[in-house]
């Protein structure tokens, strides 16, 4: 551990540079939770990069648009860096990542940096230390950071409290527009995106959803566009990539993106609050025989849970005093 | 030492058979591996540029192609190139005996016939990654360092 930060540390500036192998390694150490300190010396070097998010259900072509979307950025001269998360096995804690088979003629360029997650048992769609490694690559130069979560197929909130810009892709084959209403993937999307417009009954799903919306208030300024992609024929990319930079013009014209960032920056604060606490609490405050009584008398009805939690809490913050 | 292993696992080459490096990549992650899969039909150059990016301790490729004295030593040179030579390289196939001795010379760290269990492969990573093999000036102080703390305590 000790090496590792040893190294990182004065690895900072190559980081900035956008080395490679250096942002390799400080992203591990942070995906490892030993960042912390590294953290704290780039973050005055972040907050320059656009993040754009990629949620919807596994197997929708998210591997594959991001590919689509990194080539035309590439080719505008801007720097890309790519996060993708895939689950890990509850049981086993391991992973299998796979998103880079569809990435293949993109790790190559020069002005690309590709990097498979896995979520170490983070539910929200990302793992707990994405935020943290799009940081990373923010201070490395990137000018866009893609992050795909794992698509689940529930709502991926995470994303949206990472993100600039959140693209929601569906396919015909994942259900209908009713159900994509359910899963509340309507709120957070920034733009939707049908892919696998070559499949039957694209063309309806996208009617469908276009009929959704003009039910829905919309939000001032910005009118959701519902696209429609091949994104193994490369087709569609093109007005994707046009959607991706109206609403980055639209966030940084109304002020909301730095209203946005503001917001998210606090949130972010809070967790790590709650996260020190966390940590805290898991060393013990009360002893362990204390514990053990008052969870018999609960057993016993003779104390209730509300009552304890209220007491433990109360020593717990006293205690840290 | 690192949190989780990473390990890589690619299909260098024409031949088309993936199923042994799949199997492979299952037993890794079954043991607690994070395993990046890279697919079919890869050049050595995405191979180690992928695995820097990733950052993984191992590279672990399949080649059924007969291929192998001209991939593996590609690859070895691809990472001594970029500084990554604490990448281990291992691999699987085919291989003939004095091949396999002829890869080992040069740096491919272990070679593992057709038909060997998959536990086999799962406990030389472990082992191979539980320490830098040769630690360097720097790692070595700080290694000596944490030797004395825990004296200390
Ligand atoms: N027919 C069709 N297949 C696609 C399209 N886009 C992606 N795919 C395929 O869908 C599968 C899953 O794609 P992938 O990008 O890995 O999906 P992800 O799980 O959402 O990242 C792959 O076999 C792709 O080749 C498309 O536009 N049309
Ligand atoms: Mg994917």
Redo the contacts between chains.
């Keep these: ?4 930060r ?2 990182c540390m004065n690895d900072i500036k190559s980081l900035l540079k956008g080395d ?2 250096v ?3 400080i ?2 150490a942070v ?4 960042g912390e300190d590294l953290l704290e010396s780039i973050f005055p070097h972040t907050g320059r990069s656009f993040h754009i998010g990629i949620t919807g259900p596994p197997g929708a072509g998210k591997s594959t648009l991001v590919t689509s979307i990194a080539k035309r950025l590439l080719g505008c001269d801007k720097k890309v860096g790519i996060i993708a998360v895939d689950p ?2 509850p049981f ?7 998103d ?2 569809r990435m ?1 003629d993109l ?2 360029k020069d002005n690309i ?4 997650m ?1 979520s ?1 048992g983070s539910m929200g769609g990302l793992a707990q230390a994405t935020k943290d490694v799009a940081l990373v690559l923010d201070a490395a130069g990137m000018d866009y950071v893609l992050i795909e979560t794992i698509g689940v197929g529930q709502v991926e909130l995470d994303i949206a409290q990472v993100c600039d810009t959140t693209i929601v892709v569906l396919v015909p084959e994942s259900g209908d527009s009713i159900q994509a209403m359910k899963a509340g993937l309507l709120e957070i999307a920034d733009i939707m995106v049908v892919n696998k417009g070559d499949r039957e009954g694209s063309e309806r799903l996208v009617s469908e959803l276009k009929f959704a919306f003009e039910m829905r208030e919309k939000e001032a300024g910005w009118d959701l566009p519902i696209l429609k992609t091949t994104a193994i024929k490369d087709e569609g990319i093109e007005e994707l990539v046009l959607a991706l930079e109206s609403h980055e013009k639209h966030l940084t014209k109304t002020g909301k993106l730095e209203q946005e960032r503001k917001k998210k920056l606090l949130l972010r604060m809070h967790e790590l609050i709650e996260r020190r606490i966390r940590v805290h609490l898991q060393k013990k405050v009360i002893p362990e025989n204390e514990i053990k009584q008052l969870m018999e008398s609960m057993y016993k009805r003779q104390l209730n849970p509300y009552r304890v939690a209220k007491k433990i809490a109360r020593r717990i913050i006293r205690g840290s005093r | ?4 292993i ?1 390990v890589l696992v690619g299909k260098p080459g024409l031949d088309g058979h993936d199923r042994g490096a799949k199997v492979v ?2 037993a ?12 079919l039909h ?1 050049t050595c ?2 191979i180690v ?2 695995a ?4 993984v301790q191992v590279i672990g490729l399949s080649v059924l192609s007969g291929a192998h004295m001209t991939i593996f030593p590609k690859v070895l040179k691809l990472l001594k190139a ?3 030579t604490d990448i281990l390289v291992i691999g699987g196939g085919i291989i003939p005996i004095d091949d396999m001795k002829k890869l080992q010379r040069i740096g491919v760290r272990m070679l593992f016939g057709p038909g060997t269990p998959t536990s086999e492969i799962v406990d030389w990573i472990r082992s191979n990654t539980s320490e ?1 093999k040769k630690p360097s000036r ?2 070595k102080r ?2 000596k ?2 030797v004395t703390k825990k004296r200390k305590k």
């Design positions: 551990m000790e090496r590792f040893a190294v490679k192998r942002i390799a390694r992203v591990s995906e490892d939770g030993k890990s096995s086993s804690g391991g992973a299998l990542l796979g880079r088979i293949t790790a190559l940096f590709i990097r498979s896995a170490r | 030492m690192r949190g989780k990473r990549a299952a890794l992650r079954d043991a607690g591996m994070e395993v990046i899969y890279t697919g890869q150059e995405s540029e992928a820097v990016q990733e950052d970029k500084k990554a830098p720097r790692a700080s290694v360092k944490r």
